[in-house]
């Protein structure tokens, strides 16, 4: 699982370098939605380049945070370009429509476990708040119960 979340965290820098993130062509949007459902949770992050990849560094500043509570970090430049799209996210428009992003004015969704949206803000955040409030939650708690049991 680790590792999974590893190559999509990062799929952003390798897109940036040119490298490719392949999708199967026929998994379609709500498929890609339910495959991370009770694995992951998202932080979906959209609006103008900089200020996406200003918060996207903040997240992945913090690697061992967002890899400790299984958060993928995702990102939908406005405008999009072939170039500046997550190759993570296989219909962005889609995503963003069923997650409540109805601009492309800066927002951050936070989106649980269990496929629900959680936050959705429109600034930038520290993402230490967002750790406290996911610490917060009923299955984060069961998590770290579970990992302390191990």
Do not use: Y
Request: charged fraction near 30%.
């Amino acid at each position: 699982m680790t590792k999974c979340i590893m190559i999509m965290i990062f799929s952003v820098f390798l897109g940036s370098l040119g490298v490719a993130f392949i999708m199967p062509e026929d998994m379609k949007h709500s498929d890609w939605v339910e495959s991370h459902r009770w694995e992951h949770r998202l932080v979906v992050i959209s609006g103008d380049e900089e200020s996406v990849i200003k918060q996207r560094d903040l997240f992945l500043q913090l690697e061992e945070g967002v890899l400790d509570r299984d958060i993928v970090v995702l990102t939908i430049i406005h405008p999009p370009t072939a170039e500046n799209q997550d190759p993570a996210i296989p219909d962005p428009d889609s995503l963003a429509a069923d997650l409540g992003i109805t601009s492309s004015d800066f927002q951050i969704v936070l989106v649980g476990k269990d496929g629900h949206v959680k936050e959705h803000r429109f600034e930038r955040i520290d993402p230490m708040d967002w750790f406290d409030c996911i610490d917060a939650m009923p299955m984060r708690l069961q998590e770290m119960k579970h990992r302390n049991k191990a």
